[in-house]
């Protein structure tokens, strides 16, 4: 069966869906690209644990981790993507089918365990940051090694470990970390139900992810702890 055959049996599904719907879940999924969250969490814990985990860390410091942040897990990420597009290696940059995601998660590993690396050798890391990276780099192994036998939706793996480094903030943090807590579930929620309405997934594909970035990110906790 062919792609355009495959996706025509998921489309009536979200077809029912109205247009600017679809056009809100798709904005939702690029704005929440899995690409864009390991930084996007690091700045979103520096801001909220400055005073607590990250105290006495000069804002340059952090701004020099962010950067190295963004070049591995973003540009790196995303010239893969592309060359490997341009190469022919894989069929599309969405990478919708489970095969198109085994070279590029095979490059990407690569580059969140560098960074994981570097910033575990990296003095005066605080361990929230440390726990982000290392579960960052355990969720690409998790989806690897699960696409292999059955497809799991990235978005929902990020989002889940978004969940996952809040919530031990939240259990961790001398600071109330309630509502930054319900603000990333409400998140998660929208990033999981625009994958619905877009048709990208069904809902084990989505609810695995939840479980994998989830448990990944509390598995670096307490492996790190």
């Known amino acids: 069966m062919s792609n355009t055959q495959g996706n025509a049996t998921v489309q009536p599904q979200a077809g029912s869906s109205s247009k600017p719907l679809r056009a809100f879940a798709s904005l939702l999924s690029y704005i929440f690209h899995p690409v864009f969250m390991p930084a996007v969490m690091a700045l979103v814990l520096f801001m909220l644990a400055r005073d607590t985990a990250f105290a006495g860390i000069h804002e340059k410091t952090f701004l020099m981790w962010l950067a190295m942040i963004c070049l591995n897990t973003i540009g790196f990420s995303l010239l893969t993507v592309a060359l490997m597009k341009g190469l022919g290696f894989i069929k599309s940059i969405y990478m919708t089918e489970s095969r198109d995601r085994i070279m590029p998660l095979l490059a990407i590993m690569i580059f969140y365990f560098w960074t994981n690396h570097v910033l575990s050798n990296t003095e005066g ?46 259990f961790t943090s001398p600071v109330n970390m309630v509502l930054p807590f319900f603000i990333a579930l409400f998140i998660a929620g929208l990033i999981g139900s625009a994958r619905m309405i877009l048709g990208a997934h069904k809902a084990p594909e989505i609810w695995l992810g939840y479980a994998l970035g989830l448990a990944v990110q509390v598995g670096a906790y307490i492996y790190l702890k």
Do not use: E
């Open 125 to 170: 890391v605080p361990l929230i940051l440390h726990t982000l990276t290392l579960g960052s780099f355990w969720g690409i192994v998790a989806i690897f090694m699960v696409n292999i036998f059955y497809k799991v939706s990235m978005h929902t793996t990020a989002a889940g470990a978004m969940l996952g480094i809040m919530l031990i903030l939240l």
